[in-house]
């Protein structure tokens, strides 16, 4: 079986969308799938290629197995309308052309932002090969939420895409219950939607001790740290969670935040104004020395703006910080609340509802019995969100619609 999969992320970017590809190809190939996936040189957050990448018209990789092809785009910062637009366009575009040289059983083409799924409709159009939508991100309902195109004529046309590239896909995976629904209520037959949530690689995300010469060279011994690890981006809305930290009196109390993103420089001269001392924020850091930072920590701090529309999301740093054994701070309302409050993992607040987020950090920090159930509770909740588990039920949908795959394939992937 050839496995064909288009992404605009992908390793060694460390966000949400190259680890969740990653991860699933890893354990397809594993199956005996030969996968191979279409990208561009690696510059998320800062739209600055990595070291040792080019941005080149081609260029190859294996990367545990996995045939690596990477074709050049317009690269931009994670900031600024028109800019990303063109580097969106461009991979469009350039991955698309890369795609009819590949050999394949099955296309997969994945979100959050669609022109992806164009490239992956055209590919498999060409082609004459089923194609598999992946939606991680319900585009371009999430541009309304922040904002960031207000011309409602442009928001209609790429609604009207949207529905369109649903209606051709052979099958359209989404990534929780609320997206489904969302997009069966526009008319979609339910029939062709899966869910495949996000989660966790055990083996790589583990419970361990603290690094304590990381903590006592951040000058955080002693220290009750609430980290963030990710995009600094609009939809995240840190600059509340500054003004916040603003207002916490306990010493104890201090706030880690790691990554880069639209809103870094932002947050920084907000920072700086409000002569936050609690407050430390650091530039991304290389994807092996993720686990030894989130050991640091005692939370996992995960909020997003207040809007309908991410009631619908679930933010797949969930799953890496409970695997963990770090209780989240959630301030998303809809379906990752359900999920805290299910698992009893954390304690959610309401997003920016400054009150409520001061009055539940006090609660985490000194109620010492529930604390430890949070921790019990996450260990539970990362066990069912197996990475492994949710590939292999990915994978018999691929086997599925893949015509001539045996029987004895489908079972394998159980």
């Known amino acids: 079986m050839n496995i064909l999969f288009l992404t605009d992320n992908f390793p060694p970017e460390g966000n949400a969308p190259a680890n969740r590809t990653f ?8 199956k005996g799938a030969q996968v191979t996936v279409i990208t561009c040189a690696p510059n998320f957050p800062k739209g600055k290629v990595f070291e040792g990448y080019k941005n080149k018209l081609y260029q190859t990789e294996m990367m545990d197995g996995i045939k690596v092809i990477r ?6 910062a994670n900031q600024g309308t028109f800019k990303r637009t063109l580097d969106y366009l461009s991979f469009c575009i350039m991955s698309f052309f ?5 050999k394949t059983d099955i296309i997969i083409a994945t979100s959050p932002q669609f022109f992806t799924a164009i490239s992956g409709y055209f590919a498999a159009l060409f082609k004459r090969k089923p194609w598999i939508m992946e939606v991680r991100d319900l585009w371009p309902e999430s541009i309304k939420a922040v904002n960031a195109i207000n011309q409602s004529k442009v928001i209609d046309f790429l609604e009207k ?5 649903y209606r051709k896909a052979n099958r359209v995976v989404v990534v929780t219950e609320a997206f489904k629904k969302n997009i069966i209520e526009r008319g979609i037959d339910p029939a062709k939607i899966d869910v495949i949530k996000n989660g966790v690689v055990l083996d790589k995300y583990q419970a ?3 690094d304590l010469d990381l903590l006592k060279k951040l000058q955080l011994d002693q220290k009750f740290v609430l980290g963030y690890l990710g995009t600094h981006g609009m939809a995240h809305k840190l600059d509340f969670i500054l003004r916040c930290a603003a207002k916490v009196k306990d010493p104890q109390i201090h706030f880690l935040f790691i990554g880069a993103g639209a809103m870094k420089e932002t947050l920084l001269q907000l920072k700086e104004e409000l002569q936050l001392t609690n407050v430390t924020m650091l530039a991304p850091i290389p994807k092996k020395e993720v686990v030894d930072y989130i050991s640091i920590i005692d939370v996992a701090l995960v909020p997003l703006k207040k809007s ?8 797949s740093k969930i799953f890496e910080n409970a695997a963990m054994g770090k209780p989240i701070f959630l301030g ?7 999920i805290i409050e299910n698992y009893e993992a954390g304690l959610c607040f309401e997003p920016e509802n400054e009150a409520d987020f001061l009055m539940k950090l006090d ?4 109620d010492q019995t529930r604390f430890a159930a949070y921790k019990k509770g996450c260990s539970v909740l990362a066990k069912d969100f197996s990475r492994k588990k949710l590939a292999a039920k990915m994978f018999l949908i691929i086997c599925k619609i893949i015509p001539g795959v045996s029987q004895l394939k489908k079972q394998e992937s159980i």
């Not at 998303?332 to 359900?338: L, P, T």
């Open 332 to 338: 998303v309302e809809g379906e990752s609340q359900a």
């Open 71 to 76: 074709v050049w785009s317009y690269i931009s």
């Open 98 to 102: 890369a795609s009819l040289f590949v």
């Open 308 to 315: 309908d529309t991410f009631k619908t999301v679930i933010p």
């Open 208 to 210: 361990q001790e603290k």
């Open 161 to 165: 895409v949207e529905l369109f590239l």
């Open 23 to 30: 991860e699933h190809c890893t354990e397809w190939q594993k």
């Open 363 to 366: 609660q985490l920090k000194n």
